[in-house]
């Protein structure tokens, strides 16, 4: 009998005692045992608080990503290994894609929000703080990684997803990872995690894997530790009282199963696109996965006069699902993770039907493909009806964690609002509407109450991720017995694994702290124009000082008549009464412009485009007869990584354009971003 090995310290150790047995779901036969009886938890925090953490710090966000790239990209390569290992979850090739490829996807698009980060080890995080009048005591956020281990306790629904989506976060964040999947399903973590480690692409002690129990590990955290857990509420609720966790104030990231729904809108005909779409929703999400997923729908919402309809049409639907072996072709809907997984959901069943009715599907009575319902973990989609949600209470407490969903009456969007609050907070609710009133009410009513909310009609459903999806850039996670916490969430993610903290200082303390140039901070002048500059020698607080220009009355009125702009500000005398402005002024877009003339160097070099304006404010009017000038400042730098091999090196530079007038008043500001070539070509 293969033993799963556990990764710990950077070395494969498989855990005393004779452990748990893992069974195949499809045939019930043995396949593994898994234990981690007798690690040395204490040993696994150390060595990824004093190995792991240290490497991944001294790597910028840019670096980070590019590793977790090549991760995605090794983990592409060995992906039909793990599709084979993963038929034993019970998981058809669709499951699986969702599980394998979905997780990876998560690589990737961690990879991809490196640029929304610094090349830094740290970020700043929101706007420079004022404090001071004078303008020489100012306040910045600033987030640094965590100088603990994230440590991720996951379910068994997505034994590869689980891990993925969690570590690409902390990793991106620079902060190690323990991952303890769910025993029945480790067989298929361990595959990935062996691909993994041998890649060798993470620095050691970037990530551990614990096949088995946690042991005292949750007793040894410190406040730098951030703890995610998936599973049930109950289980969640115990982790996170633990006394060492209170002690310490460990963040605590829960996501819990939730009674999610979806409703159909009053304004949904048979007739409609829209009615499709949505008996389509309620059985992928009834089916995938066998039912198994923390986004599944269990609670359906229909209009009172449609309920007949519905239920007659998702039968029909649910009718064509064959079910058996997920090596099978033939197959839509797999085996559940484990007998033991079939008994609960049954057990759930028959306490909801106690105050509901079983409409389509049998315990015991339904076919098989290729699969014997005595050996494997096999149960048929069950879709129940309860007349009166606003009575019965049970149906929006109990959750039936497999191919269930409770189908129930109401009459108007508000009492939709109501009977979807009374799932007391989920992780995704969905309304199928085309009426955009009642979207707007629908949304803003219960939104309180979920952490997604999928709104899907005609024009999104061929490109919708659908209502079961979570996504890497959007939050994941939901409020009450959903958890009330947030995964993912792209750069909202990244931050759970990071430490704010607010800086006060003088802006030239502030400027030399985060490598950005903050107003009053002192400006370096030299004699060599700085679009003269190559990337690298340009330098933060670089400032050109530039000669002036005044502004004329045909300035204003040629750059009306160049671009059209006949607005009356700039171009009516007589309009002016009750106004901001005394007498035609200056188009913005012209100061800006007549700026640029100022500090642009005609002759050609390392600047090798205008990238954008960011940030562009006008301040004071600028009026016929005054004198405008400009200091450019290097604000920032941002490298740029190379696509191709015959591409040009390069990278983003920031200046910030202050435009002031005769009397050093600042009429305009903005942040100007070029394209600059590197002199290095072989960076």
């Not at 007739?271 to 066998?290: D, G, S």
């Not at 200091?631 to 990584?641: H, P, Y």
Request: net charge negative; with cysteine; proline share 4%.
């Amino acid at each position: 009998m293969n033993k799963l090995a556990n990764y710990v310290t950077g070395e494969w150790i498989t855990g005393d005692g004779e452990g748990q047995l893992l069974y195949d779901a499809v045939n019930g036969d043995a396949i593994a045992v898994a234990t981690a009886n007798g690690l040395d938890f204490e040993g696994m925090l150390r060595y990824a608080r004093e190995v792991g953490g240290p490497a991944l710090r001294k790597m910028t966000f840019h670096e980070r990503g590019r590793m977790l790239r090549a991760l995605a990209l090794h983990l592409t390569e060995k992906k039909e290994q793990f599709y084979t290992i993963s038929y034993h979850t019970g998981a058809t090739r669709l499951d699986s894609w969702i599980d394998i490829e979905g997780g990876i996807g998560n690589l990737f698009a961690n990879a991809s929000l490196r640029r929304k980060f610094p090349n830094e080890t740290f970020c700043l995080d929101g706007e420079l703080t004022k404090i001071s009048k004078g303008g020489t005591f100012n306040g910045q956020h600033i987030l640094v990684p965590k100088e603990g281990v994230a440590i991720h306790i996951n379910a068994y629904n997505f034994p590869v997803w689980g891990m993925l989506e969690k570590i690409a976060v902390n990793l991106l964040a620079g902060v190690p990872a323990i991952v303890k999947p769910a025993t029945v399903t480790s067989y298929l973590t361990e595959a990935v995690v062996k691909e993994i480690a041998a890649s060798n692409i993470l620095p050691k002690g970037s990530l551990q894997l614990i096949c088995g129990s946690t042991g005292n590990l949750l007793d040894l955290v410190t406040s730098q530790d951030v703890i995610t857990f998936t599973g049930s509420a109950s289980t969640g609720l115990m982790l996170k009282s633990k006394k060492r966790i209170l002690e310490e104030s460990v963040p605590f990231n829960m996501e819990a199963d939730s009674l999610n729904c979806i409703v159909l809108g009053n304004d949904v005909t048979p007739a409609m696109p829209e009615w499709n779409i949505f008996l389509k929703e309620i059985r992928k999400e009834m089916t995938i996965k066998a039912g198994q997923k923390c986004t599944a729908i269990r609670r359906i919402f229909v209009p009172e006069n449609k309920i007949e309809d519905v239920y007659i049409a998702l039968g029909n639907m649910l009718g064509e699902t064959t079910i058996g072996n997920p090596a099978n072709d033939k197959v839509r809907m797999g085996a559940l993770a484990s007998k033991g997984q079939v008994e609960e959901v049954k057990q759930h069943v028959t306490e909801l039907l106690q105050s509901s009715k079983l409409i389509y599907g049998d315990f015991e009575n339904f076919d098989l493909i290729d699969a014997d319902k005595t050996k494997g973990a096999f149960l048929s989609p069950l879709l129940l009806l309860n007349e009166e949600p606003f009575k019965n209470e049970s149906v929006h407490s109990i959750e039936a964690f497999g191919p269930v969903s409770t189908l129930m009456p109401y009459t108007t969007t508000t009492d939709a609002v109501q009977l979807a609050k009374m799932g007391k907070g989920s992780l995704v609710c969905s309304i199928v509407t085309n009426n955009r009133q009642i979207a707007r009410d629908f949304v803003l009513g219960a939104a309180t109450h979920h952490g997604r909310i999928l709104v899907l009609n005609n024009e999104c459903a061929k490109e919708s991720t659908g209502h079961g999806s979570p996504l890497p850039m959007l939050v994941h996670g939901g409020p009450g017995r959903a958890g009330g916490g947030e995964e993912m969430g792209g750069v909202r993610g990244v931050k759970h694994y990071m430490q704010r903290v607010a800086l006060q200082g003088s802006p030239a303390m502030l400027t030399a702290i985060t490598n950005i140039y903050q107003p009053g901070a002192p400006q370096k002048e030299e004699d060599k124009h700085p679009f003269r500059k190559h990337f690298e020698e340009l330098q933060i607080g670089d400032t050109l000082v530039t000669a002036k220009r005044t502004i004329t009355e045909a300035d204003i009125s040629n750059f009306a008549n160049l671009s059209w702009d006949h607005f009356y500000a700039h171009t009516d005398h007589t309009s002016l009464t009750n106004t901001l402005f005394d007498k035609p002024v200056a188009h913005g877009y012209f100061v800006l412009s007549a700026a640029a003339g100022l500090f642009v160097e005609a002759k050609k070099g390392p600047v090798l485009l205008n990238y954008g304006i960011d940030e562009l404010r006008f301040t004071k009017p600028v009026y016929a007869g005054n004198t405008i000038g400009v200091r450019l400042t290097v604000k920032e730098k941002i490298e740029q990584e190379r696509r191709e091999e015959n591409e040009i090196a390069k990278g983003i530079v920031k200046w910030y354009v202050e435009i002031y007038d005769e009397t050093d008043e600042t009429v305009a500001v903005a942040t100007i971003l070029t394209m600059v070539k590197k002199a290095d070509q072989t960076i």
